[in-house]
Every structure is written in structure tokens, then in C-alpha cells.
């Protein structure tokens, strides 16, 4: 018997999509044909306005934590406006203004899904690089349009401008999620944030508008006056500096670490005070050290966390549009989206890329 | 010139004390204060043999001071208070752990966390506040600030409770602080030795499904039959390990050698807590992304506060809960050093330090 050939992604499904993808660890993008499902009845279906590149971006095309199913069409921190939606959608109508981020499905079944964790559930599907219920792969983000079960979508207000909401998808949920779980989100509280990018500004806005005290600590001195000055970050630690490190001993409630390369978690366990929580939201892909005597003699904790479910996600768009929100940008061209991979390598942008796909993604006809 | 031990002080005392880091103890003759007007004197009965001897006897830490008289876990009589004491009179049975002061006026003391002070004086190899060493309780008496002295409760046994005053509150801290106590839910007590047989019997208290996980599968039958757990996992059966990944909600982590965290963690549920009290000597291997999918966390815990040591105590009490001891006299100190140090002992070695030192007190 002759067998079946796998069907191409142009043809794998009835509406044709068009993106930019990696075709192999070498990361290049570059124009990549596919398709997407009909709308389904709990579907809607929107018009990609924006994607903001997030650091995972860069690492899943590159295939730095293995997995990668090439061609892989990134991105997700994905907004636009509405252009169908199923008979079954209750939250949703066409021209309404939406995201969605990291997901798109769940088993719906598992104690996480129950507890509004999605994130967590055993069988979540990323909004790319992952296979769908039925078996085809999800493309993300970089492309025309999007297809998502109303439960995976998120709706965002008038009063946030798309181009800055779109990394709060990705970025604004991971770093939001733990000031909650672990209590760092209480007025007068101290909380240290690590790393200054992406994330770790959003860490500084979202921080500041819950009325706590925020200090950075980068390895950057150059980033301190746009830090104090623009973001609102109370103060300024440069992490080499033995000085300062050791003046800030003890001070702090907390500290969201977003740096995912590998780094000494002793000083920045010496800056929280007894009590305090050391909070991972970036994960480097090596073991680090961690003394014991540290972590006991203050009772001290490392924890980790991973991005937000769907609730909480819209409670955090609520949050950030309440308190004018957005994310510190640069609007990018759908063709300087590798450059932009190569600038974000180097953690040259202050501080996401977002692609203006709407304007710049154009179908090669 | 520096005065030598034993005529630092007024009062004559006879301990047993290593002096360098072969950590061979012997008889060594120093001094204690008077007994002031906070004081309480103890005369000393029980003296449990902690694995953090064995550490600063041996200088493991690097930061022994020697000669080190070792010692926390101090139960005897009272044989003299000081004019301002009202918790104790004399012939009272209590004990001393591992604290013997703090700084009595900073957050941590005011919240009766004095084992968090920064100024903290431990009962051995501390600096008193008028800057003399502090030695432990491998010796014939004591004297104590009477706020550092805890009341031993009728039914809790001289020999068998006093391991509780350094094992028993440094795996209860912890597990009450971290929530460990919710009916139902499941412990994992990671080795089995004086701090891990406690966590079993206080799990057990606690209403929690309680599992051993430990390198010696030897260990399993008694684990069940004798402390009570549920259930017994060998680390090196790598096939039960996976099929109890994700099933705790959290562990209790009392080995004190450096070892994998990265099974343990996998071992937690969602939200999971694995919780560290010993104190190995180099860092742990810490992997990061397990933390992060999981959303779980990795604590640390260090013995307890003085009002909370009591309300261990009492809770041990009421619940018959003591340690498993071999007793000891005080000249089989080092070949008990030695089976230590295999973890040769079920589960604590109890110094008969009252029948064994002979006193001049």
C-alpha cells in the first residue's frame, strides 16, 4: 500500500497564513507559506497587527534547548483586531482589539487547569514550536493572522496602545505571575530586580505602580540613569561592585531574577533579607551553585515560576491599563526582524523589539 | 596575655574537647562563669551527639575555634538561679539547645526568632558577650541566661528528649514555617538519620503521608514497622523515583553530605517546597528550570527560636514523641564520632554524661 505523504503546511489546513520562519539552527528567517485551521466555534480568528520578539524567540529558533521542529514561525506576544469569531464565543465579536501569549491549549481537565494554571497543565501547547490535539504544528506570532480557542485570547482595553501591550503577553505575565505568588506585591515592600531587559523593566513598572521600592542590579553601569530617571527604579546596583553590593546587604524583601545565563546566586542571596524570596523567571541551562549556609542561616528560598494562565494573564492587562502600563519598545520592520535577533543577542535594545507585522508583512505574491 | 581556660572563670569545669581538626576528643579542664542574677546553673544529665559535633569537631566548616567543647542538645537538673530568674527553681528538669544569647533588641529577638540574630552566641564555639568562649554540653554543668534555658515537660524522658532540643526543633521550625502540617498532604523526609527520623514521627503527628527517601535500602523495614512512615524509596532505584516524580508536596532535606538536588525536586508536586537543613560543605548543584516549570521553591531552615523550641517540646510531649537513642558513656565518645560518620546509629547517640564525667560539681 502506497503510504500517505505528510501534507505541507501550505496544505495542512483551509485558510492560507503567511510568516517569516527559521528553517534550521541557524536561526535566519526568512518568508515561510502555511496554513491555519477554519474558525472553529469557540475560535477567534484575528488580523496580527503586532508581535513583540522575546528572548525565547531567539532561543527556540536557534534550538538552544533542543525540540526545535523546523520550519518554526516564532512569536508570542501576538496583538490585533478580530475578524471572525465561532457560534460558540461568548467574549469576543469582530473589531475587537486582542492578544494571545505563550498558549493555546490545555487538557482543561488536570488540577492546574481547574486552578486557573494553564501554564502548568502536563499538556499545554506553546503558541508555536508545539503539536496541536490533532496532531499539526503551531506556528506563532510572526505572521498575518491567528487562529485560538476565545478561552487562550485575551481582550485588550482601548486605552493601551497595541505596539507597547503586546510584550506584556510574554514578558508582563512571567514577571507579574511571581510578585503576586510570592508576595512582592505589597506597598512599602523592597524588591530587587535582576537583569534589565525585556522582563526585568517590565518587573520595574509593575513593581512601582504596586507601591514598592525597587532596585536594579545589572552588570551594565550605562543603563542606571535611564533606569532612575525614565523607568522610576528607586535605585541602582552595578553587581561587580563589591561596595555597593555589600551596602545593600539584607535590605531586600525579594528579588525577580530574570537573567537566563548562568550566574552566582551568592550575592544576590546576600542582598534579601532574612525571609526573603529569590524569584527565577529566567532559566539558565546549567545548574548554579546554591551554599546551603546562606539559605539557612535567613531562611531564605529560591523559587521559580513560568509565565501566567489565562486569568491571570487578562487580570494583568486590567492591572497594567489601569496604571498606563506598557512596555519600553522599538517598532521593527517584518524584514529587520533578524538583525533585531542579532541586536537582542546582544541585549542591544532598550528593551523588546515589536514587529510592526500589519504594516510590514507583505505576502509574496 | 590571654588567661587559659580553665582560669577564665571562677567556677571549675570538666568537659571532653577535640583541639584539633583529627576531631579526637578528650578530657580538657575549663572554667564557667558565675551563675549571675538572670542564670539558671545546670548540672548536666543527657548531652545528644549532633552531626554539627562531629562537623566542628573535625573543623569541616572552617571555622572552628579550638579547643571546642561540643554539645546542644543539654538536658539536666537545676542546681542554683540567679536572684531576677521566676521560670526555673532549683531541682527543675530542663534543658539547654543550641543557643545560649543573642542581642535581645533587634527584629529577629523581638520576634522570638533569636535563632536569626545577627548577634547570635552559640552554645559552643560562640564568644560570649564579654568575649570568652562559649563550650558545650560534653561537660559536667552549665550556666545559662534563664531566658535561653527551656522547661523539659513531665512525660517527655531525660535521655530520649534531649536530641529534640537541636534535631527535634530544627526539622519542626521549618516544617511549620513552610506549612507542612495540612492533614493529608504528602512529606518526603530525605535521609534518615537523628533530624530525619524526627521529621518522620512529627509528619506522622502532623496527620501527613510521610515518605523516607534515602541511599540505604537497609534502612526500610524499620522506616515502616518501627518510626510509622508510608512508604520507603531508595535514590538509587531509579525506576520507583520516576514513578513517585511529582507526588509530594514538600520534602524535609536532612542530609548534611552534598548530594543531587535534582531528584528531590523532580519528586514535588506543582507548587512543591523542598526544604534544606543540613549544612553540607560545599555548595548544592541547583538546577534552575525545574523550579521555573514547576513553579516550586527551595528553602532553607536553622534550628528555632526559643518560644518555638518550647512549643516543640511540649507538642512532642503530649504526641510521646522522642528520639530513637543508643546511650553511650562519655569515653565511648569517639568511637561514636567514628560510627557517626557512617551514619552507624539508630538514630542519635545520647551521652550518659550524668553516670559517665565524673564531677567535681
Known amino acids: 500500500m502506497a503510504s500517505r505523504m505528510a501534507k505541507s503546511p501550505e496544505q495542512e489546513h483551509p485558510v492560507k497564513a503567511f510568516g517569516w520562519a527559521a528553517r534550521d539552527s541557524s536561526g535566519h528567517l526568512s518568508p515561510f507559506k502555511f496554513s491555519r485551521r477554519a474558525t472553529g466555534e469557540k475560535d477567534v480568528t484575528f488580523k496580527v497587527l503586532y508581535c513583540g520578539i522575546c528572548h525565547s524567540d531567539l532561543h527556540s529558533i536557534k534550538n538552544e534547548w533542543g525540540g526545535a521542529m523546523y520550519p518554526l514561525v516564532p512569536g508570542h506576544e501576538i496583538v490585533g483586531v478580530v475578524t471572525e469569531v465561532g457560534p460558540k464565543v461568548t467574549k469576543f465579536k469582530v473589531g475587537d482589539k486582542v492578544g494571545v501569549g505563550c498558549l493555546v491549549g490545555s487538557c482543561h481537565s488536570c488540577e492546574s487547569c481547574a486552578n486557573d494554571l494553564e501554564n502548568y497543565c502536563p499538556k499545554t501547547i506553546f503558541t508555536y514550536n508545539s503539536k496541536c490535539h490533532d496532531g499539526t504544528m503551531t506556528y506563532g506570532g510572526y505572521s498575518d493572522i491567528m487562529v485560538a480557542d476565545e478561552h487562550f485570547v485575551v481582550a485588550i482595553p482601548d486605552s493601551l496602545p497595541l505596539d507597547g501591550v503586546a510584550p506584556l503577553l510574554c514578558a508582563g505575565i512571567t514577571v507579574y505571575s511571581p510578585l503576586k505568588h510570592y508576595g512582592l506585591d505589597k506597598p512599602g515592600l523592597h524588591l530587587g530586580v535582576v537583569g534589565l531587559g525585556g522582563l526585568g523593566h517590565m518587573a520595574v513598572k509593575f513593581a512601582k505602580a504596586m507601591g514598592l521600592k525597587v532596585t536594579i542590579i545589572s552588570t551594565s553601569p550605562s543603563k542606571k540613569q535611564e533606569a532612575v530617571e525614565r523607568l522610576g527604579a528607586d535605585s541602582f546596583l552595578v553587581s561587580h561592585d563589591q561596595e555597593q553590593m555589600q551596602s545593600a546587604m539584607g535590605t531586600m524583601d525579594g528579588i525577580i531574577d530574570t537573567v537566563s545565563a548562568v550566574h552566582p546566586l551568592l550575592p544576590l542571596l546576600a542582598l534579601v533579607k532574612n525571609d526573603g524570596k529569590l524569584v527565577m523567571v529566567g532559566a539558565p541551562d546549567k545548574p548554579l551553585e546554591l551554599p546551603a549556609f546562606p539559605l539557612l542561616m535567613g531562611r531564605k528560598v529560591v523559587g521559580g515560576s513560568l509565565i501566567g494562565g489565562l486569568k491571570e494573564t487578562q487580570e494583568m492587562i486590567n492591572f497594567a491599563s489601569k496604571h498606563n502600563i506598557t512596555s519600553d519598545i522599538e517598532v521593527v520592520q517584518m524584514d529587520y526582524v533578524n538583525t533585531a535577533m542579532e541586536r537582542l543577542a546582544k541585549a542591544d535594545v532598550r528593551y523588546r523589539f515589536v514587529i510592526d507585522i500589519g504594516n510590514s508583512l507583505k505576502s509574496a505574491a | ?361
Not at chain 2, 571532653?16 to 545546670?42: C, I, M, Q, Y
Not at chain 2, 538561679?81 to 542581642?103: A, E, H, L, T
Not at chain 2, 565518645?333 to 567535681?360: C, H
Open chain 2, 1 to 361: 596575655m590571654a588567661k587559659a581556660p580553665c582560669q577564665e572563670h571562677p567556677q571549675k569545669v570538666l568537659g571532653w574537647a577535640a583541639v584539633d581538626k583529627s576531631g579526637t576528643l578528650s578530657p580538657f579542664h575549663f572554667s564557667r562563669r558565675e551563675n549571675g542574677d538572670d542564670d539558671v546553673t545546670v548540672k548536666i544529665q543527657y548531652c545528644g551527639v549532633c552531626h554539627s559535633d562531629l562537623h566542628l569537631a573535625k573543623n569541616d566548616w572552617g571555622f572552628t575555634n579550638y579547643p571546642v567543647v561540643p554539645g546542644h542538645e543539654i538536658v539536666g537538673a537545676v542546681t542554683k538561679v540567679g536572684s531576677n530568674v521566676n521560670k526555673f527553681k532549683v531541682g527543675d528538669r530542663v534543658g539547654v539547645g543550641v543557643i545560649v544569647d543573642s542581642c535581645r533588641s533587634c527584629e529577629c529577638c523581638q520576634q522570638d526568632l533569636e535563632n536569626y540574630c545577627p548577634q547570635v552566641i552559640f552554645t559552643y564555639n560562640s564568644h560570649s558577650k564579654d568575649g570568652s568562649k562559649t563550650y558545650g554540653g560534653y561537660s559536667d554543668f552549665i550556666v545559662v541566661d534563664q531566658r535561653f534555658v527551656l522547661r523539659f515537660p513531665e512525660g517527655l524522658p531525660s535521655d530520649a528528649g534531649a536530641p529534640l532540643l537541636c534535631a527535634g526543633i530544627t526539622v519542626y521550625s521549618p516544617m511549620k514555617y513552610y506549612g507542612m502540617t495540612e492533614p493529608g498532604k504528602h512529606l518526603g523526609v530525605a535521609g534518615l538519620g537523628g533530624l530525619g527520623h524526627i521529621a518522620v514521627k512529627l509528619g506522622k503527628a502532623f496527620g501527613l503521608k510521610v515518605t523516607v527517601i534515602s541511599s540505604s535500602p537497609r534502612k526500610e523495614a524499620e522506616a515502616i514497622q518501627r518510626l510509622g512512615a508510608d512508604s520507603f524509596l531508595v535514590t538509587s532505584d531509579l525506576v520507583k523515583m520516576k514513578a513517585a516524580f511529582g507526588t509530594m508536596d514538600y520534602i524535609i532535606d536532612t542530609v548534611s553530605a552534598v548530594h543531587p538536588l535534582a531528584p528531590l525536586i523532580s519528586l514535588l508536586k506543582l507548587n512543591g517546597k523542598l526544604v534544606t537543613v543540613g549544612l553540607p560543605d560545599k555548595p548544592l548543584e541547583l538546577p534552575i528550570f525545574p523550579l521555573v516549570l514547576g513553579r516550586k521553591l527551595v528553602g532553607g531552615s536553622d534550628v528555632g527560636g526559643m518560644k518555638e523550641t518550647q512549643e516543640m517540646l511540649d507538642f512532642c510531649a503530649m504526641h510521646n514523641i522522642a528520639a530513637d537513642i543508643e546511650l553511650i558513656r562519655m569515653e565511648e565518645i569517639n568511637t561514636a564520632m567514628e560510627r557517626l560518620a557512617k551514619s552507624d546509629v539508630k538514630y542519635r547517640f545520647v551521652i550518659d554524661v550524668g553516670n559517665s564525667l565524673p564531677s567535681r560539681y
